[in-house]
């Protein structure tokens, strides 16, 4: 069994930055592709950043691409999302998820075994 919290959202104006955390239980953790997903109000969840352990993919949405970094510290058994350049249509609650297989379809969320709770992101125009 997994569990992952996020924290680090909260209120910033546009062209702002933030930080997000999420951390994994389990000694496991580097194994896993990790992901990124946000979801806004009436929308679908949607696919925003990945690492994939198997070959060290790391990818992005054409939306964040630029902007967005996906990183780990295995040590700390703990991923992180860095958000520049924040824009409005940035705002959701974000996720962090966790694929304990080999994760090739690590944009589709039905693909992530783990999930959090979510942190609010609200980018102010």
């Known amino acids: 069994q997994v569990q992952l919290v996020e924290s680090g959202g909260g209120l910033v104006q546009a062209g702002g930055s933030l930080r997000l955390s999420c951390v994994a239980s389990?000694?496991?953790?580097?194994?896993?592709?990790m992901g990124w997903f946000r979801q806004a109000p009436g929308k679908d969840r949607q696919f925003v950043a990945a690492n994939r352990w198997t070959d060290g993919l790391t990818d992005y949405a054409d939306s964040v691409k630029g902007r967005f970094t996906i990183s780990r510290d295995r040590a700390k058994s703990t991923v992180y999302l860095q958000m520049n350049s924040l824009k409005p249509e940035d705002t959701a609650v974000y996720y962090c998820?966790?694929?304990?297989?080999?994760?090739?379809?690590?944009?589709?969320?039905?693909?992530?075994?783990?999930w959090g709770q979510g942190t609010q992101v609200t980018v102010s125009s």
């Open positions: 389990g000694r496991t953790f580097s194994r896993y592709t």
């Open positions: 998820a966790a694929d304990t297989d080999f994760g090739l379809a690590y944009d589709a969320a039905g693909v992530y075994d783990y």
